[in-house]
């Protein structure tokens, strides 16, 4: 239990344009996702939290219109890194929770995905 | 002051041993704590939860948890070389919905 899928793995995309990444977990009911990056030999950076349904939190720091984050379903949340730059080459990492039913504050990661932007 | 604070090694200890693990937090009120592995290149794992002071086992890890000296701490029994990872620590805290993680500690175990 508790899968958490990513897509895609790795993505190579020119400069200037936008990438999507999706985030699914696979057997239960996401209600917040939370949305990561790492950069080589750091830590774990928090962009954002969303709960199903509701506009996404956003960690100070991090610009809203360039990275979008919709969280449209309990099963599903995305972010959209928007006019990309070789700066945002990163290791993208979503994970999700389901407190409501589990009432567990546990979240699991999904596989993450490495952007390169040229 | 950071939240979360963690020795970022590298720990090194031989095939068989016990590799002790630690991590301090600054806020007292945190209630739930955390422990992931990391291989490199690849996300975090949840390895273990722990909310309530004392220990906590489950097979060859036991976490510890401390709240009057806010301490958290991961055993490895046995150490395998398959453990060799970066371990994170994490702690939750209700009020802001949001986990916040230690820097990391690199434990290598030499054959």
């Known amino acids: 239990g508790a899968v958490v899928s990513q897509h895609p793995s790795w993505v190579i995309c020119k400069s200037g344009t936008s990438v999507k990444i999706e985030c699914r977990s696979l057997d239960f009911q996401a209600t917040t996702m939370f949305w990561y990056r790492q950069f080589p030999k750091q830590s774990l950076m928090l962009m954002a939290t969303s709960n199903e349904g509701s506009k996404a939190t956003y960690e100070q720091g991090v610009e809203k219109d360039k990275f979008l984050i919709n969280h449209a379903s309990l099963t599903l949340s995305t972010l959209t890194v928007t006019s990309a730059h070789p700066e945002d080459s990163s290791f993208y990492i979503c994970?999700?929770?389901?407190?409501?039913?589990?009432?567990?504050?546990?979240?699991?990661f999904g596989p993450g995905t490495r952007l390169t932007v040229t | 002051q950071k939240e979360v604070e963690q020795n970022s090694g590298p720990l090194s200890v031989p095939e068989g041993a016990i590799a002790s693990l630690n991590c301090t937090y600054s806020d007292r009120g945190s209630q739930s704590f955390f422990w992931y592995r990391q291989y490199s290149g690849k996300s975090p794992e949840l390895i273990m939860s722990?909310?309530?002071?004392g220990d906590k086992e489950d097979g060859r890890f036991t976490a510890q948890l401390n709240k009057a000296s806010q301490y958290v701490s991961l055993l490895i029994r046995d150490s395998q070389p398959s453990d060799s990872a970066t371990y994170l620590c994490a702690v939750y805290k209700y009020n802001f919905n949001k986990f916040y993680f230690g820097s990391g500690t690199k434990l290598n175990v030499k054959p």
């Open positions: 722990i909310y309530s002071n």
């Open positions: 994970s999700a929770r389901d407190l409501v039913t589990s009432g567990k504050y546990e979240q699991y």
